[in-house]
């Protein structure tokens, strides 16, 4: 059975009269895409420019049809693997060298000991944790303060964290020592 809103879509693409879109509908079983095909073959409808296609897929941008510029566009956002690869690597890439230009420093009565690039700590951290923390943590009690230099982390924010930490080190020591001497 043909619906009024079916024959009422075939006239708006087709541009024809209600008469020949309900003839077109009815010939077809009310196959809108097979009656447009059919229209085109009598001429009644002149086929799309660039020697396009009907299609029955519907492409709505904001309520109004997409062009074909614009699919094409849709199609085209898709990246290929090679393309993430090469955004993986400029983001490590990135990523490495803000941790070689700032530094982590181990300092002993104000004079600095060691110093390191961020890289490198970072690789200690990861690869060997169980030996690096915990030799930082004593550091601590021996009287060892660590501070980031650099255009990145030289912040006092996080030199102020650091600082806290060797001052609540150096408070349990106190603590400890107090307590043995009781």
């Not at 708006?12 to 309900?22: F, G, L, M, Q, V």
Request: aromatic share 8%.
């Amino acid at each position: 059975m043909i619906t009024l809103e079916q024959v009422e879509k075939l006239r708006e693409k087709a541009n024809i009269s209600y008469d020949d879109a309900k003839a077109a509908l009815e010939a077809t079983n009310g196959d809108l895409l097979e009656a447009l095909i059919n229209l085109e073959k009598q001429g009644k409808v002149t086929p799309p420019e660039g020697g396009g296609y009907y299609s029955s897929e519907r492409c709505f941008e904001n309520n109004k049809e997409q062009t074909e510029e614009n699919k094409g566009k849709a199609y085209n956002n898709k990246e290929s693997l090679s393309d993430l690869v090469r955004k993986l690597a400029r983001f490590c890439g990135k990523i490495i060298h803000k941790g070689n230009i700032n530094s982590f420093e181990v300092l002993k009565d104000g004079e600095v000991k060691i110093g390191c690039p961020i890289t490198i700590l970072v690789l200690l951290v990861v690869c060997f944790f169980w030996i690096t923390v915990p030799l930082i943590i004593i550091g601590l009690f021996f009287g060892y303060r660590y501070r980031f230099r650099g255009p990145d982390l030289g912040k006092e924010s996080v030199n102020n964290a650091m600082d806290s930490a060797a001052n609540a080190a150096e408070s349990i020591k106190k603590s400890i020592s107090a307590v043995e001497k009781e």
